[in-house]
């Protein structure tokens, strides 16, 4: 399995989620998903898409801007496709739209 993490600019997050509900890894061959995609709103330091994204916070002590993280698992196979998903849907027209990281999930433990 692998585990996909990605920062993603506020205003891409509902059509990259849309993306990869529609995308056939995703929802699953026959309809059955358990890929328990989560979002975070976290703050960080992509670029800014315009002078209106950005803020200062006294946390940070910085400029930053408002971005989300999505995290989900998915079978090995399946990570490329979903990459591309994300990269092509998150994409902003700009340079530093955002990352994605891909990783190895070497245990899973259901709680019951």
């Known amino acids: 399995m692998k585990e996909i993490k990605a920062y993603i600019h506020r205003n891409r997050i509902a059509n990259v989620i849309q993306a990869l509900k529609d995308s056939e890894p995703f ?3 026959n309809g059955a ?12 330091s992509l670029s800014v898409l315009n002078e209106h994204d950005r803020h200062y916070s006294l946390d ?8 989300y993280k999505l995290e989900f698992v998915c079978r090995d196979e399946d990570a ?30 259901r709680i019951e």
């Open 60 to 67: 940070l002590g910085d400029s930053g801007i408002d971005r």
């Open 80 to 109: 490329d496709v979903l990459v591309s998903v994300i990269r092509e849907t998150a994409h902003t027209g700009r340079g530093n739209s955002g990352w994605v990281y891909v990783t190895d999930v070497l245990r899973v433990e």
């Open 27 to 29: 929802a699953g061959r």
């Open 33 to 44: 998903s358990h890929h328990n995609l989560t979002a975070h709103p976290v703050k960080g």
